[in-house]
C-alpha cells in the first residue's frame, strides 16, 4: 500500500490595517492574492547530505529547520541561516516520519516502526518515551491543547491522544477503505488549526478532508468531490497559512497546490513534469514555510530540501508599510509589507 497561546490584536485605523498575532510554534504566514514564489529553487541540502529518503520538515518560528530522515533513522537540525546541521537527534529511532516542535522548544519524533511517540526535552542529548501508537504515523501533528494526532495510513484512521492520559481516540475515519464522509483511504498529512479543526490528506480518495471537533463525518474541500476547487493526484500534505487558506503537497503531480481569496492554485512545479531541474519536483513528500513566506520542500524523489523564495506579495495601493512604534510583547521589531513574520495582514477597506 501507498503511504500516498493567546491572541492579540492592534488595530491602526488610519492605514486601515489589522494586525493578528498568533503563539504557535511553527509559522503561518500571510499573503496577498498575488503572492508569486519564484519558480526556481535553491538546493538547502543537496543529494547526499539527507539521506536516501528525506521525509520530513518542520520550520519553527525562530526559522530553525528539523529535517526527519527516514533511511538514516535521525532528525537534522539546521540553525536559521546555516549550511550546515549543527545537531542530530538520534538514538534508538527506527525509520522514524516526522517530528513536530513546541513552542517551548521540546521536539517531538514519530519513531517509526517502534510504534511511538518520543520527545527530546530542550537540548537534551536522549530522547524520552512519551505515547505508544498502533502503527506508523504516516502524518503527525500537535495541537495547542498538548494532544497528539497520528495519521495511521494502514488502517485508514486518524487518532488523537492527550499527552497527559496517553488515551487514544479515533477522530476521522472508521478503520475501512473508503470515500464516504465518515471513511479515509490511505490518509497521510494532517493539520489542526487553533479551532481543533482538523485536515486530512486523504491520499488514496485524491481529497483533502475537513473534521469539526467531535464530528467524525467529514467535508470535502479541495479533490475529488468538490468540484471547482482543484484535481489532486496523491496529497501527502495539508497545512494553513495565516489566513486559513491551505497549501497542499500533491505527491503523484509532482506540485504544491495553493488556495488563496481566488481558490486553488499550481504555486510550485506547475510545469506538469517531475524531474531534477530547479523547477521541478520529483515525489514531494513534505514542506513548511519559514517566517518571511518562503517554501522549503522535501524533495523526497530527488533526496533533496529545495528551497522557493516568495517573489511577489504586495497587497495593494502600499508598495511598503513600516511601523517602528514599539510594542513590548514583539520586542519592538520592525515590520514592512514583505516581512510575513507571525504576523496576518488585513485589508479592511
Known sequence: ?????????????????TFH?????????????????????????PNGTVGSVPYHIFINTDNTIYITI????????????????????????????????????????????????????????NGVFVINVTWECTGFFIDTNNVIYCSINDN???????????????????????????????PNGIF???????????????RIQQFQPGQLNGTTVVGNGAPGTFTLSGPVAVTADGDGY?????????????????????VIGCSGLSG?????????RSFSFDSFGNIFVVDTGNSRI???????????????IFITEVIPSLNSYRFNDNDTRNINKYWIW
Open 246 to 266: 491551505l497549501f497542499i503537497v500533491d505527491y503523484y503531480g509532482n506540485r504544491i497546490v495553493g488556495s488563496g481569496p481566488n481558490g486553488y492554485r499550481c
Open 192 to 206: 489542526v488549526d487553533i479551532n481543533f479543526i482538523l485536515y486530512v490528506a486523504d491520499c488514496g480518495n485524491a
Open 21 to 45: 498575532f498568533i503563539g504557535v510554534s511553527f509559522n503561518q504566514p500571510t499573503f496577498c492574492s498575488n503572492a508569486l514564489w519564484d519558480p526556481n529553487a535553491t538546493t538547502l541540502a
Open 156 to 186: 485508514n484512521v486518524v487518532t488523537a491522544t492527550p499527552i497527559s492520559s496517553g488515551l487514544s481516540s479515533i477522530v476521522a475515519g472508521n478503520g475501512s477503505a473508503g470515500s464516504t464522509s465518515n471513511m479515509l483511504n490511505g
Open 1 to 17: 500500500m501507498f503511504f500516498c497561546l493567546f491572541f492579540e490584536y492592534w488595530q491602526i485605523l488610519k492605514s486601515k490595517i
Open 276 to 284: 531534477s531541474a530547479s523547477d521541478q519536483l520529483y515525489y514531494p
Open 306 to 320: 529545495q528551497k522557493f523564495m516568495l517573489a511577489t506579495n504586495s497587497c495593494g495601493k502600499f508598495d511598503s
Open 70 to 125: 527516514s533511511d538514516l533513522d535521525l532528525v537534522q537540525v539546521w540553525p536559521a541561516g546555516s549550511t550546515n546541521a549543527s545537531r542530530i537527534i538520534s538514538g534508538n529511532l527506527d525509520t522514524p516520519r516526522g517530528s513536530f516542535v513546541t513552542i517551548n522548544g521540546d521536539v517531538y519524533v514519530e519513531n517509526g516502526h517502534n510504534r511511538r511517540i518520543d520527545k527530546w526535552p530542550l537540548n537534551a542529548t
